[in-house]
Structure formats: structure tokens, C-alpha cells
Nanobody, 127 residues
Framework: QVQLVESGGGLVQVGGSLRLSCAAS????????IGWFRQAPGKERESVSC????????YYADSVKGRFTISKDNAKNTVYLQMNSLKPEDTAVYYC????????????????????WGQGTQVTVSS
């Protein structure tokens, strides 16, 4: 079955970096698009970044563009989110999600459109 396991979260100071990992199992990574989402307390889950299954195209929310980089290693079946220049407003639980669609990233689909989710990893940026 499809499983996603996030890791790499933690506590970091403003301006610091973290790399999140999303280890996928039960499906080949090149057939599913992967999205990173985050949810802060009292806020709706929002899209952070996405990588398409078809051609590896990447997409970013305006709030993280230029600071975050999504990438994937098909051999390891793992997707990464490199987060640099972290800000207090980046504090949230970060989730990865998978969907068997090569268009979902291009459509900018919000979280209800994604079928498979990891358990989340906490990222806290202290000022």
C-alpha cells in the first residue's frame, strides 16, 4: 500500500536551514506527483511546493519561492524539501502528499485533492 513517512523537522533559529525528507513506499515515485504542505495552529493547510511525476516540474508558493527547493531521488523513492533562510512564519507541521496525477501540480490543487498523506513533521523557527 502507499505509505509516506516524513522526517527532518526540528527547531531552528531564524535564518537557519532544514531539509525535510519524504520516504515513499508502495508505488514508484516517477508515477506519482508529490506535494509538500504545511499547517500552522489555527490555520488551514496550505501548499508549499510540488513536483510533478511527468517531467519533474517544480512549483512553489510565493511565500517560499527562492528559499525552498523541492527535489526527488527516484532510486531512493524519496522527495526532499530543502528549506533555507527560515522565518518564524514558516513554523508549522509539514506534510508530504502523493497523488497519481501528472497534472495536479500544474493545476495548483489544494489539499483535499491529494489522496495519500504522511503523518507530518514539526518545524519550529525561533526568533
Amino acid at each position: 500500500q502507499v505509505q509516506l513517512v516524513e522526517s527532518g523537522g526540528g527547531l531552528v533559529q531564524v535564518g537557519g536551514s532544514l531539509r525535510l525528507s519524504c520516504a515513499a513506499s508502495g508505488f514508484p515515485l516517477d508515477t506519482y506527483s508529490i506535494g509538500w504542505f504545511r499547517q500552522a495552529p489555527g490555520k488551514e493547510r496550505e501548499s508549499v511546493s510540488c513536483i510533478s511525476s511527468s517531467d519533474g516540474s517544480t512549483y512553489y508558493a510565493d511565500s517560499v519561492k527562492g528559499r525552498f527547493t523541492i527535489s526527488k531521488d527516484n532510486a531512493k523513492n524519496t522527495v526532499y524539501l530543502q528549506m533555507n533562510s527560515l522565518k518564524p512564519e514558516d513554523t508549522a507541521v509539514y506534510y508530504c502528499a502523493a497523488e497519481n496525477s501528472h497534472l495536479i501540480c500544474a493545476y495548483g490543487s489544494s489539499w483535499p485533492s491529494w489522496g495519500y498523506w504522511g503523518q507530518g513533521t514539526q518545524v519550529t523557527v525561533s526568533s
